[in-house]
């Protein structure tokens, strides 16, 4: 059945044949990596995926996945190898991998794909072409697409969690072969759409994490109304305060200036003199020579790692009136048990309320696990997403779902 979206329509898998076909599915395996071992932390993304890749298989598809992993420079950013063997653990079926994505290799590889057979791609962003944003237009004539494409019979978009990028592996493919949403996609809009038609204001979003640069674009999309409270925790928090004039030990401030790039004080600045309802932390849980403190915001002291008890009973209130919660990112630093509190009374009071609860990325399942099953049971859904999600929920257009939508309108897919 076709997938709705904003008035058009985007082909799902059930309107195009995959059997015997050559298939290029874009996945989000981009996971939590231990910075000195490699470990992936979080098998969430890879859980949904590896899904994914077994109906394609199961369905006779001769299937290659690319995706990404962190960023150029950050202590994430590396191959997907790993990613390969959690896919054949958790799918059931071999996926080969090839340390390559463009180049003679990946080619000739791809060429090698038969039906049934499963082949990742190296991580996307050891390709310029996939760290800029640009019109799919654009990327449809780059070089990643002009080396890819003509090898493919389909395109399948089964990442929504970076739909809302313009980069070449998103919206470059389905101008040039057709293209076609994934059922994590799917799933995906299906169980927004349930969010938003179910729930009514108030709408209380949290913002947690630390990735700063988005954060702040997420802000921008929010504060004209979208949401009627933003509440803020993490390094999120943290960059809130500064904006707000209060000091922050300095190495926490060289964090958030390295994180969220120029002109944040400015972008802040504005959101917070036009009215956007953002609120920030009122206390900290800190470390201090291996000890956990307390400490105010207007005296910040150590490595402030999770939002303290006065934090957690303010957002608690405003949760509490809330018809919708959506919360994406942790209000603390939760792969540490010590700071891994203000979170779970936060999932807490979102389950506890009359809300619906949209938890956006892999770190919530931690949570989630550590709650009763009668408390769990009432989560409305846990999104591989986290920007995608709230960008949608302010209206904002996706660029990868657009792309979909012009596929479908050209090669005439979806009815």
Do not use: C
Not at 102 to 129: D, F, H, M, Q, Y
Not at 205 to 211: E, I, M, Q, T
Not at 344 to 354: H, I, M, P, Q, T
Request: hydrophobic share 45%; aromatic share 6%.
């Amino acid at each position: 059945m076709p997938v709705p979206y904003r008035g058009r329509v985007i082909a799902s898998l059930s309107d195009v044949p995959v059997r015997g076909r050559r298939v290029l599915v874009r996945l989000d395996i981009n996971s939590p990596v231990d910075p000195l071992s490699g470990r992936i932390l979080s098998d969430h993304r890879l859980r949904a995926a590896a899904a994914t890749i077994r109906m394609l298989v199961e369905e006779g598809a001769a299937v290659v996945a690319m995706s990404h992993q962190g960023r150029p420079l950050e202590s994430d950013f590396t191959s997907l190898e790993r990613h390969a063997e959690e896919l054949s653990r958790l799918s059931g079926v071999h996926v080969g991998f090839v340390d390559d994505v463009i180049g003679p290799e990946a080619i000739r590889r791809i060429k090698r794909v038969s039906p049934g057979e499963v082949l990742l791609l190296e991580n996307t962003r050891l390709v310029s072409e996939d760290f800029i944003e640009a019109p799919p237009e654009v990327h449809a004539k780059g070089f990643m697409v002009r080396r890819l494409a003509p090898l493919f019979d389909l395109y399948v978009n089964d990442a929504f969690s970076v739909s809302h990028r313009s980069q070449a592996s998103v919206v470059g493919f389905p101008l040039v072969i057709p293209g076609a949403a994934g059922p994590v996609t799917e799933k995906e809009l299906d169980a927004l759409d349930r969010a938003l038609e179910r729930s009514g204001r108030p709408i209380v979003v949290f913002l947690g994490g630390a990735k700063l640069r988005d954060a702040i674009s997420i802000m921008e999309a929010l504060g004209s109304g979208s949401a009627d409270e933003i509440l803020t925790g993490g390094l999120v928090g943290l960059m809130v305060l500064a904006a707000q004039g209060y000091r922050l030990p300095a190495p926490v401030l060289d964090l958030v200036e390295r994180k969220a790039g120029e002109g944040w004080r400015a972008r802040l600045a504005r959101l917070l003199e036009g009215g956007a309802p953002l609120r920030a932390p009122r206390d900290f849980r800190s470390e201090i020579d291996g000890r956990v403190v307390l400490v105010p915001a207007d005296r910040i002291a150590g490595a402030p790692k999770d939002i303290g008890p006065a934090t957690v009973d303010e957002y608690s209130r405003i949760i509490a009136e809330a018809r919708a919660v959506v919360m994406r990112g942790p209000a603390g630093v939760i792969e540490d048990e010590r700071f891994r509190w203000g979170t779970v009374k936060l999932v807490e009071a979102a389950l506890r309320s009359k809300a619906y609860t949209l938890l956006g990325g892999g770190h919530f399942n931690t949570v989630l696990n550590e709650l009763p099953e009668e408390l769990r049971a009432r989560v409305g859904h846990v999104s591989t997403a986290g920007g995608a999600l709230l960008y949608f929920l302010a209206s904002r257009p996706l660029p990868g779902l657009e792309a979909l939508a012009l596929s479908a309108e050209k090669f005439g897919l979806a009815g």
